[in-house]
Structures are given as C-alpha cells and as structure tokens.
C-alpha cells in the first residue's frame, strides 16, 4: 500500500507540474495550438498514468504458475497429484469457513501448507537437473506429505460434520424404556375403562 501511494504521489507531482507548464504555454505564448497540445499530453499522462497505479497488478493463478515448473513434463503424475490434494482442501472452503473461527484460521493454516507445497514443488521442478535425472526424493516427500495433511484433513472435516449434524448421541435404551412405559400406560388406561 506505501509503494502504491509512492507513486500516485510521484505520478501526480509530476503531472502538477505538466499543468502549470501547459498554463504557461497557454497564457504566455502566441502560439495556441502548442499550448493545446500540451495540455492534451498533460491529460493523456495523468490519465495513464493514474491508471496504471491504481489498477492491481493480479498475479497470476498458483495452479498455473505451478504447472508452468513442470518444464519437460517429466513430473505429470506428481503435478497431477499435488494438484488433486490442492482441489481437495480448496474444495471444502466454504464449509470450513462458515464455521467457528479457530476451525476458519485452521483452515487457512493448512491451505498456506497446501500453497508452500506447490510453491516449493513449482521451484524444484524449475531447479531441477534434467541432464542426470536423479531420483526426485524432494518432491516425491512432498507428494506424500500432501497426502497425510489431506488424509487428516478429511477426517477433522467428518468430526465437524458429525458434531454438527448429531449435537447429542441417542441412548436407544432410553427409548425402548420409554416405549415400554407408554405401552404400560396404554394396558393402565384400558383396565380403568373397564372398571
């Protein structure tokens, strides 16, 4: 935000400055049309120029800078699986994040370490030797390190589920003794009609 607000400073100073000497070409000048086309490129700049500084800079998606690192295509399944366990968290986000807080900052933790994961993977494959070809240990962890973050990650979604669709568990034999009591009560009343 402070390099953003650097440069619309820097860009309007000296845009400031431009107006005044398109001012000065207007009124102190005979010749109109150069202060008219100074003031035009005074327009055009601030414009641009403003623009430019105010409209973000959007990086580009993670998934795509990350396929970008699988260079000569040698590491499509470990791409592809990475991939899978990034959509598998990614994709319960909007549950996770209509529940408590503590579960929603949780949440973020694990999707940054789904994000270092493809981040540091992305860089492996980038770095690595594609002459000798070792064997991708690095990343072959990372894949399997995905997988257990994944596999724990289901299981604590399925707790919260089911804390939250059975807040409380339902002691059958509570009622079947209910059952019975109400069964009791039907034979009571019966014999009270007939006396």
């Not at 700049?45 to 295509?73: H, I, M």
């Not at 289901?154 to 339902?170: A, G, H, S």
Request: with cysteine.
């Amino acid at each position: 935000m402070k390099d953003k607000l650097k440069s619309l400073v820097l860009v309007n100073g000296i845009s400031a400055v431009m107006f005044v000497m398109a001012l000065l070409l207007i009124f102190f000048t005979d010749y109109l049309p150069i202060g008219i086309g100074a003031s035009a490129v005074w327009l055009i700049y601030t414009v641009c120029a403003n623009r430019y500084v105010l409209v973000e800079k959007k990086a580009p998606p993670l998934r795509e800078t990350f396929q970008e690192g699988n260079v000569k295509g040698i590491f499509n399944n470990e791409v592809r699986m990475l991939e899978k366990q990034y959509d598998s968290i990614k994709s319960r986000e909007e549950f996770m994040m209509s529940n408590t807080e503590s579960m929603q900052e949780l949440y973020v933790r694990i999707l940054e370490q789904m994000n270092s994961n493809l981040d540091s993977a992305s860089a492996y494959m980038k770095t690595y030797d594609y002459y000798t070809r070792p064997n991708p240990t690095y990343l072959t962890k990372l894949v399997h390190d995905g997988d257990m973050l994944v596999r724990k990650f289901n299981t604590l979604v399925e707790k919260l589920v089911d804390i939250d669709t059975n807040p409380t568990t339902l002691d059958v034999k509570y009622v079947d003794e209910v059952t019975e009591c109400l069964e009791g009560m039907k034979e009571y009343k019966k014999v009270m009609v007939r006396m």
